[in-house]
């Protein structure tokens, strides 16, 4: 590909960093010096450079992580190197919120004002900040440290959270959950920590050290914490089987399980595996752990609780499908998360446990909620813009690389090795006729003890509530969020729901990533949904006309009833908005699009927001 | 190969086949598609679109980002249509037709999808220079102004536009995001990929990197973009300049059909002038030398037409010719 550069030229640090990550240049054709060797001659070509795209979100990851933004010299270099058009590259790195493409502070602070936070206090932090650091964002383009809104962080059991990052020569994260203004001003100003998190994981997890868990047994155990005590705690015993029964042993208990997936759409997990098993040719595994749902932290207690499960069952996915290699998707926002997944899977690589299934890479997103799409996902991966992609065709038959492709969320392949170890049949009679296996519930919000839960599938949410202890703040319940942003509100009478696939659903809801997030009276619910409209509005990628303009209508319009100002009445307003939801539900082309208004219809259907607004 | 040349000295005689020689695996016809549009049996081939089948039945669905020359990207979902079992509206220009298929093209989930989709883009963009896109908002009975002050585009996507060269001008402010300009730009014809999308959501833009000015960009200025672009957003700059002057018009303006002279390719130029001058040029998309695409020669240099000997004008064609 002939590519054309502007004159901007790399640093020695941006050269170094890059070449960190790639080796160094060969050639002159790809940003080096002219080699004896080469002669000047090109030494790569075809397949070999334009195979490397998919390294493009790495080494954008590894740039900024040593200067602090993707400067226009470093991305010549980079796109030099990997043979990508500049336009094309500066699309990619402008899509991802943790990119920053001008100068900026080396030491952010990311301060989650989502609605979990929020309800816990997430804007008077922002106000103490501006107080103290001045306005969000604004540190002048030198200044040492900078502090920025986010969307949620996942750490909503700890709330209000914040995510301070670092760059430099190692670069390095700290979550500060729950976090105030000294916390994070002192985090600001001390630079480099030691620890990426400092809080226990079983802290998110109340029930830790119960024996009737089956998918959080290991959390706070002594069993994450090495592969011998994970083979110890009985880990490795899934795998173990699976390679004894073979593959197709393996396809039927998944399939006898009725396990379905648990990242929001709830499509059988046995029919996916048989696809891809069945399919010829390379495929591969990908795990979709960009969990960046608001009020959903399940994934990320997973990983950073028991790694070494989910790199198993990783394995166990890819013997049984027969890929070739795997990807695990971990979103920008968890560092300890990666961090624990990478020394696992260096674990199972070093004991010759990877040889047995195939090779497993993480790739870390940068903030981009459209990336937990699995098709935007696959694009993210490829080294393109996160944007979805129309289907059919799906995954199975056409994914990563446009090739067959299992695609798990992390709890959905976190449920394998029980259902191996305990029989398909015998997983399938957990929970109910429909909803079958253990569950894990995020709850946080207004509660006495927030966390992630299990359960069988059957509870209600009203016991889920109990399990948390009870309504917290006032003590009096306004609503509660369930399904996540994605979600619907339910009003206090309709608690008793069981939150299963078919409960949900018979009251106008879904489980989607099984938020359950109460609201005591004091909140403004008016607030909550102008919150969750900015977070589409925010995070919708831009390809699709009905969720582009939609999100922004949706959110001026919620603007308008907030402040009073309706443009005609507010029931012409409704009838706007009703019209706003529907095509983009009807019209948009994927999952986000489809649910962007669903959390505001199922409240403004259920209780009397914004009628005082009413003239 | 590698076997042979360890083991023994390679044989420099090309083997004799025995047999037969092989033939051609003989071509698999696939059989057509019979897909029902509106209550009507279609047959279109193997391969079709809906669109492909909507248009065959007689069908006018509106499309913006869709061009029979670029991959269809269904970015801008003005021609979803019903599919029966479908959850939700599909897009007729990519979503191939499959036997049984039955699909509505006007209902009511249709029109509404449709109108919300055309007042969304006129409540955002300047759709001033975009006939088609009026047209299509008259049919639909789209109301872009009930979206109030925020929805205008003074309010969220205005700006001037930019004049960065001699030969075509871009505003964004009539950008509706098709992603047309940068497939022609890219992979579709011109694989110089100057331009790509960036930024998100609302905020997404046509931009070059670090929007950089086109001068310094990849830019060869085949002018592809322009020809694909379906809102005037990228406009050649003598449009532009004779817009602005209150001189451009339309009902006075002439095509011409002619071969371009430049080289032998023999691409088909279509002029187009006003008051006897060249104000614009272009190609058919359905020519099959070009699909409507050119180079800088075809595309800009014509500025020597009429232009007095001597002329800077008449220079600069003659050094261009080099």
Redesign the interface.
Known sequence: ?D??F?SDTPSETERQAVDALLGPAESRWAGGTRSDKSQGQTSESGHRTSGQRHLLLPVLHAIHGRIGWIS?GA?NYACERLKV???????VA??YDMFS?ARHSPVVARVCDDIACQAKGANELCSALERSLGPAGSSSDDGPATWVRSPCLGLCERSPAVLVTGSGERPWNRVLAPSDEPDVSACLSSGRPGLTDTCPVESSVPQAGEPSLELLRRIGSSGAESLDAYRNSGGLDALELALQEGADWVLRQVEASKLVGRGGAAFPTGIKWRAVASASGPKYLVCNADESEPGTFKDRVLMEGDPYAVVESMAIASFASGCERAYVYVRGEYPRATERLQAAIDDFDAAGLLELCCPIEIRRGAG?YICGEETALFNSIEGF?GEPR?KPPYPTQAGLFGKPTLVNNVETLANVPPILLRGGDAFAAVGTERSSGPKLFCLSGHLARPGVYEAEFGVSVRDLIDLAGGVSGTGRLQAVLVGGAAGSFLAPDELDAPFTFEGMRAIGATVGSAVVMPFDDSVDLGRILLRIADFF??????????C??????QQ?LLE?LHSGHP?GSVDQERL?LK??S??M?????CGLG?TAASAVDSALARFPIFSRSTQ | MSDQSSADAPSLTIPIPRGPVPKAPARKVRPPVEVTVDGTSVTVPDGSTLLDACRQRGVDTPTLCYLETLEPVNVCRVCVVELEGSRTLVPACSRKAEPGMSIRTDSERVRLSRRMVLEFLASSTDVSTAPELQDYMERYGADSERYGDDGRPAASQAQPPKIDNDLYIRDYSKCILCYKCVEACGVDAQNTFAIAVAGRGFDAKIATEFDVPLPDSACVYCGNCIGVCPTGALMFKSEHDLRESGEWDESKQQTTDTICPYCGVGCTLTLHTQDNQIVKTSSPMDQEVTSGNLCIKGRFGWQFVGASKGSKAFADGESTED
Do not use: K, W
């Open positions: 590909m590519l054309h502007t226009p991305l058009p500049p336009a094309e590259a500066y699309g402008d899509f493409l981009a813009r129309n509005r925010d995070e919708s990628c831009g390809q699709c006309v009905p582009r303009v939609g999100t922004v209508r001026e308008r443009i706007l019209d706003i529907q095509v539900s009807d019209a948009s082309i489809h």
